[in-house]
């Protein structure tokens, strides 16, 4: 049976979307309303204790759903990779004293996969930084405890460009760790389509850290949020569904009355 967890409906672990979340205002000023709950656990994935205690597990439910979905499909591949969540967004969305952006239930990080220095793959519970070759970054007297896992990291990429359940906009990653991943890509076979799209998903932003201690993904709005308000910023190149037709439409007559100048802006919003 089916129960209402929060404001979503969970049914054996799974985020039933029942499309009553959405998303308002650009990534960096919006709010989220009747967000959907992220559970702390579920297969294949979970919010350590200092993402879940801040309570940022709220989105919009075709956030919560990519998750899911992301944590079982990396489950059924290898059981034993367990992916672990940082901050969505709290509950009505809006400011948080963590974040510039995560404010909509549309952006969210996710901790890189890491293994320990034999190789071994361990669950990441804290947000470690790593230098340019993947080694664990530490402090003068600090010794290296984990390493990054391109292997894994790869599948993981993979697996959010390759969802039908949300479309990714970006990938906000270090460019040294990108340019890893994709080098791991090419020799594993990806096909030329993955690694364009891959290539151009994932960048280092220029406004914020540089993202070497995690992954921020931002998902494009909702096709029905746009009509509340919800603002995609930056490229668009890869909402192919909406791109199809939004070049036509722009060039029909009367288009300008009808989306205000602004409405989608050119600008990037980098983020944190
Ligand atoms: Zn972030």
């Known amino acids: 049976m089916c129960s209402i967890a929060a404001q979503a409906c969970i049914y054996d672990g799974l985020v039933v979307e029942d499309h009553s979340g959405y998303s308002s205002g650009p990534g960096r000023f919006g709010v989220l309303y009747e967000g959907t709950r992220l559970p702390k ?9 200092t993402w879940s205690e801040r309570g940022l597990n709220y989105g919009v439910d075709e956030m919560a759903s990519l998750l899911v979905y992301t944590g079982r499909t990396l489950h059924l591949h290898d059981e034993g990779m367990m992916l672990a969540v940082g901050d ?11 974040h510039r952006s995560h404010q909509t ?3 969210v990080d996710l901790l890189f996969f890491v293994d320990d220095l034999e190789g071994h793959p361990i669950v990441n519970e804290w947000m470690f930084h790593h230098n340019p070759d993947g080694s664990q970054r530490v402090g003068k007297n600090e010794t290296p405890r984990v390493q990054f896992d391109v292997k894994a990291n790869w599948l993981l990429v993979a697996t959010l460009l390759d969802n ?20 791991h890509a090419r020799e594993a076979g990806a096909s030329r389509g993955l690694l364009a799209r891959a290539r151009e998903v994932m960048m280092q932003p220029g406004d914020s850290a540089p993202h070497d ?4 993904v931002r998902i494009y709005c909702p096709k029905n949020d746009l009509s509340a308000g919800c603002q995609d910023a930056g490229q668009m190149r890869w909402h192919k569904r909406d791109d199809k037709y939004k070049e036509r439409i722009e060039r029909l007559p009367g288009y300008e009355s009808i989306v205000p100048a602004g409405a989608v802006t050119a600008l990037p919003w980098l983020l944190r």
Request: charged share 20%; glycine share 10%; net charge negative.
């Open 41 to 49: 656990a579920g297969q294949g994935y979970l919010i350590p204790a």
């Open 164 to 183: 039908p359940v949300a479309e990714v906009q970006y990938i906000f990653i270090q460019e040294d760790l990108r340019q890893m991943l994709l080098a």
């Open 88 to 98: 969505i967004s709290r509950a009505t969305g809006g400011r948080s004293p963590w």
């Open 213 to 216: 201690d995690h992954m921020h």
């Open 105 to 107: 239930g549309r952006d």
